[in-house]
């Protein structure tokens, strides 16, 4: 068996992530509301250009990832987050600058999406190997839990916050306070300096060879290769439901728009009470039985709210749907770090946030495309399918039921 040693409760607090998590949290809330801000305004001018803003600030982030990745994992993730925050910063106040100078137009959206993306793509990368060099081995499933959170909060106060500020300051305004965020995490930054300034191995290859070798050890590691696979199910069929699919079940089935709110809504307390959980108690022991039980729990909810014949039918099966989604996202992250070696992090996770992304954005087109033509009742059932599969094929496998965590 695969084991993993834990640490006392204060651990994560004596690493310092708690000053990483509040720097980041408060820059995810301002990257949040400003990307409601540039996305109201962008709808401004059609539909065709919102959507063109969307995917120049996804594409950039999908093709420059890897090289991101490489980047970080070579000089260390530090340098560059504070270059890519340096960056962002210098985007939002030009962009400040622009507005209050000539005013909003649609190409000036579009080239700060696609700056912003492309910065994505170095900062994501680099900030999802922080927890690995702050918090200690058996901390990190209670670290990324506390991650989960800032993060779900911020996806959803940012909005609702980006209206208000677009209300009454416009997004010159909004511009201006997501600048100042990132200022505060340079801030933090700064204090976390000697901890995570930690340049990675010098192997003497170029940016390309560094690519080409954590691409490599991915498709070498069979645990790698397995984790990864259960992301990728479970961003393409499962993450589209809440999203995509419930409002158009609804509609389908004429249920009031209140609907929609309560099972979206239940889906995500069912996430953000295992979420909780692992918060206050830690990752189960064996980590990969409970992260593919997720699976099998998540696709079950899927089921159940595909046949649904009642809003509070579909509501309970949402929840299920989230308890199922919440345990294996709570479980995934942390045994993705530990089976990833320390020089390759970045790598691994950009190439997770191609994993996560790339499914998605297929299968957003798809499933909407199907929708119309065979109704979203079949195409939830379709999602069940893939995420009870993966979570059979996970409890089949020996490798991953004997990962342990605790």
């Keep these: 068996m695969t084991a993993v040693r834990r640490l006392p409760a204060d651990a994560v607090a004596r690493s310092g992530y708690g000053w990483w998590l509040a720097g980041s949290a408060v820059s995810l809330l301002g990257s949040s509301a400003q990307g409601f801000a540039l996305g109201w305004s962008a709808a401004g001018y059609g539909g065709s250009w919102a959507a063109l803003v969307l995917t120049a600030t996804t594409a950039p982030r999908l093709v420059l990832a890897l090289f991101g990745g490489a980047v970080a994992d070579r000089y260390g993730p530090w340098r560059v987050l504070v270059g890519a925050s340096v960056s962002m910063l210098a985007v939002m106040a030009g962009l400040a600058v622009a507005v209050a100078a000539v005013g909003i137009g ?22 999802g190997s922080v927890v690995r060099h702050l918090a200690a081995d058996r901390a990190l499933g209670r670290a990324m839990a506390a991650n989960q959170v800032a993060g779900r909060a911020s996806a959803f ?12 300051l416009g997004l010159l305004g909004t511009s201006v306070l997501d600048a100042a965020s990132y200022l505060g995490l340079l801030g933090v930054l700064v204090l976390l300096r000697g901890r995570l300034d930690r340049p990675g191995l010098v192997d003497g290859g170029g940016v390309v060879a560094r690519i080409r070798a954590g691409i490599v050890v991915v ?21 589209p439901i809440a999203s995509l699919l419930v409002p158009l079940l609804v509609r389908q089935h004429g249920w009031p728009a209140a ?17 909780v959980l692992v918060l206050l108690r830690g990752t189960a022991r064996r980590a990969g039985v409970v992260l593919a039980g997720g699976l099998l729990l998540a696709g079950f909810g899927a089921g159940c709210l595909a046949f649904a014949g009642s809003g509070r039918a579909a509501t309970g099966a949402a929840f299920v749907l989230g308890l199922g989604t919440g345990a294996f996202t709570t479980h995934i992250g942390p045994l993705l770090l530990r089976a990833s070696p320390t020089e390759y992090l970045s790598r691994i996770q950009a190439v997770l946030l191609i994993v996560q992304t790339a499914p998605l954005l297929l299968t957003l087109n798809v499933f909407g495309w199907l929708a119309d033509r065979v109704g979203a009742g079949a195409v939830v059932a379709g999602c069940a399918v893939p995420a009870l599969l993966a979570g059979l094929c996970g409890l089949a496998s020996r490798r991953l039921r004997g990962v342990l965590a605790g």
């Design 259 to 275: 609907t929609a709110g309560w099972v979206v809504g239940a889906e995500a307390l069912g996430v953000g009470s295992v979420i």
């Design 157 to 168: 106060v940012g909005p609702a916050l980006g209206g208000l500020l677009v209300a009454a």
């Design 219 to 239: 498709a070498a590691d069979r645990l790698l290769r397995a984790l990864l696979a259960l992301v990728a199910v479970t961003a393409g069929c499962l993450l």
């Design 106 to 127: 649609p190409p000036l959206l579009l080239a700060v999406a696609v700056l912003l993306g492309a910065a994505s793509a170095f900062q994501y990368p680099a900030a």
